[in-house]
């Protein structure tokens, strides 16, 4: 009894192997039903030690790389940043989607387009989507009036991928090459 009171009060120990296997056997039990087979028992045992392999490699290969599950397909693509940049650019591609609308965009010079609303107005070269906001120069990552531009001419990667710098990239997460 006094191995459990001191083990509750060690971080690494709080949770010992047998709620484990007590959390996998509620897994099963909630998969496994007394009317099956026995071979559709052992179909359901393996299905199950399969997913939760799955999940685990899953999770071994996301080391280092927080992606949240509501990302749509832009944003996600930002995991093989650092997190540190990750959130900026999804910051500023938020404020760029929600703002889309608002935005007035003006093609009249060649090469750049002038995006501007209410307040302020920001130019935006085409070929490299540099911005003249306090963000993309002081960041030099990709800014809302770029993100937003690029939704509306519906492109087809709204975040372009360089724009996003060298040395933000894990490189560590890509096979040997």
Known sequence: M???YKRKHLAHF???TDNHLENWFGHFKNIAKPSMSMRERIAAIVGCDKRTENDYLDRCNRVDRNVNRNYDSEIAELQFTNHFVAGHIENQYIKAVAKVKSFLYDTTTF?????????SSHTVLLDSYDCTCSFANTMKLLCQHANAYLKTINSKRCIPLTRIHRRCVC???FPYQ
């Open 2 to 4: 006094w191995v459990l």
């Open 14 to 16: 709080e949770v010992h």
């Open 111 to 119: 090469g750049s387009v002038v995006v501007s609303d209410i307040t």
């Open 171 to 173: 490189l560590s997460i």
